[in-house]
């Protein structure tokens, strides 16, 4: 073996040597790197479950302050690099979303990225105005109280339901419905429509028809009856006493719709100087029904109106008792009775207005 020769075999085991070391180190370097990578994306990133609201052209800063006002994240600096590798800053959606124990970054990301919100119940209830209405939907949808009024007493959106302003309270069966945070107003309206529609299915239409009443006008005498009791075992024989006053062509003579002629509802007394308004809701004066229900009629008050008790009562007033029930009679001097228990029970109290 020549020197030359010699000479290249004793290089390149050196130069090998040094070659693996190199590619060894790289490797560890690549492999740690990889694993902080890996770790950043896949880890579970959230220390306290909760949700949080996205509003319309949110900022991506706002995104975090909310995220760090509900303490929901462990991690940021992971978030961060994820988010601005999948370019989220670009593409923020609004909407509720829930961070629940487990996710790890990628999948928050996906999550806020892909606008999977979650569903919100929106629940109401125990309303009579239409402004009551808008405020307490708004507490559940993006729209604000103001936005959804306006909708609301818009006589092009209640023409475009078949319903005028008086009767507009119809399309609005108090109960609890699933939608987004992001529904509109007029998704809302839209979603509202068919609800009613699907609760007046062709059963219930045929058992108004029965009663000689539509829809609306059943839940007009649903609104009153509502009013006038909140025990349930006692709301079909109201709805029976009220039936049988329009029946007869008698005035209805209910408390609750001067009440809202008055727009108050605290009047715990009904003075003639309250029955002297001149409202087609003074039930009083005008006989009939009033133009429309005085209040969001709840399930069991319009399925009280179809399914009334067959009843020879046309008279009621509240006990004396303050129970909440009544006591219900079939002639005048019979009820004449009864308000003078009630009376005196008032005023044994001083409530005199």
Known sequence: ?????????MLF?????WV???????LLGGGLYGYQLYRYIFNPNILTPGSIIIPLHATYKQVI?????HEIIMDYKA????????????????GKYLLDKGLNTNEIVNMLKS????????????????????????KYIQPDSIELLRKFSDPAVHEKFGFIESTFHCMFIPNTYEFYWTTTADQFLERMSMEYKRFWNETRRNEANELGLTPEEVMTVASIVQEETNKKNEKPIVAGLYLNRIKRGMPLQADPTVKFALGNFHIKRVLNSHLAIDSPYNTYKYAGLPPGPINF???????????????PYIYMCARQDFSGYHNFAKNLSAHNENARKYKAALDSLDIFQ
């Not at 073996?1 to 075999?9: A, F, G, Q, V």
């Not at 085991?13 to 040597?17: C, F, G, I, V």
């Open 65 to 69: 302050d909310s995220l760090k006002k």
């Open 13 to 17: 085991p050196r130069l090998n040597k």
């Open 79 to 94: 978030l961060d690099w994820v988010f601005k590798r999948k370019k989220y800053t670009e593409a923020i959606k609004p």
């Open 297 to 311: 009629p709840e399930i069991s008050s319009i399925e009280a109106v179809l399914h009334a008790t067959k009843t």
């Open 20 to 26: 693996t070391i190199f590619f060894i180190t790289a």
């Open 115 to 138: 606008g999977n919100q979650v569903p919100v119940n929106v629940t109401f209830n125990n309303l009579r105005f239409i402004n009551e209405l808008a405020g307490a939907v708004s």
């Open 1 to 9: 073996m020549n020197l030359t020769k010699k000479s290249r075999l």
